[in-house]
């Protein structure tokens, strides 16, 4: 029997079973899907959705995390250089500063993830759903024993 992975089963058994650390997975954060009051139509215009491209954490890293940490609470520095680390692309990022806005390139990082400085310019609340996924993909359980908290 052929073994078939839609999008929606991926999302069923995320955290379930293992996802390797040098497989990808194109996400777009869920702040940037919430609908207009009790609409249909989405809060952002689907031209400023970005989506990031993210890996899961090596053992390596995990154990790392955990022995830094030893359960204290991240702070946004801290999860900023652990979030930029399993994000390996993005498209469609906007900086609305500038008139027009100006699209922000991705930029890798010569260690391995987004560049530091580039991934500064992603909005807290973005980083911190990404972290989340984070937890999802790497099935984590006790999510604060790593210094993470949503």
């Known amino acids: 029997?052929?073994?078939?992975?839609?999008?929606?089963?991926?999302?069923?058994?995320?955290?379930?079973?293992?996802?390797?650390?040098?497989?990808?997975?194109?996400?777009?954060?869920?702040?940037?899907?919430?609908?207009?009051?009790d609409t249909e139509e989405y809060a952002v215009p689907e031209q400023y959705r970005p989506t990031f491209t993210l890996r899961a954490m090596t053992r390596k890293e995990l154990d790392e995390l955990k022995r830094r940490n030893k359960g204290k609470v991240l702070d946004d520095s801290e999860l900023r250089d652990v979030i930029a680390k399993?994000?390996?692309?993005?498209?469609?990022?906007?900086?609305?500063?500038?008139?027009?806005?100006?699209?922000?390139?991705?930029?890798a990082d010569p260690a391995g993830g987004s560049d530091k400085d580039c991934f500064a310019r992603v909005p807290a609340v973005i980083v911190a759903d990404i972290a989340m996924m984070m937890v999802r993909m790497n099935g984590i359980l006790g999510t604060e024993s790593l210094g993470l908290r949503s």
């Open 86 to 107: 399993i994000v390996v692309g993005w498209t469609n990022l906007w900086d609305i500063g500038p008139v027009p806005p100006q699209e922000i390139p991705y930029k």
């Open 1 to 37: 029997m052929e073994k078939v992975m839609t999008a929606e089963l991926r999302e069923q058994l995320m955290g379930l079973l293992p996802f390797s650390s040098d497989a990808t997975l194109d996400y777009m954060p869920a702040p940037y899907l919430m609908k207009k009051g």
